[in-house]
């Protein structure tokens, strides 16, 4: 793949893993779970704000409401044990 240009140089200064002979042996795909696509209103001003920090504003508003879960399903197991 080097060879045709597929892989880029590491970047300067990036760390250089020294991997095991049989790490690609073993190694296995890990694919992320598929997401459900959904509509969602929201106020002008929330949209802004998140795409004023730049691309990828969709993703943050996904991170954010992912540790809302994460904050609450933590609260919820205090309360209960």
Known sequence: M???GEISPPA???PD???PDTFWERAE???PERKTPVS????PDVLEWFKAQGPGH????QAVLRAYVEAK??????KQG
């Open 2 to 4: 080097k060879e045709r």
């Open 12 to 14: 300067p200064g990036a």
């Open 17 to 19: 893993y020294a991997l």
């Open 29 to 31: 795909a890990v694919y």
């Open 40 to 43: 969602l209103r929201v106020d």
């Open 58 to 61: 969709l993703t943050r508003m």
């Open 73 to 78: 399903r933590k609260q919820d197991g205090a």
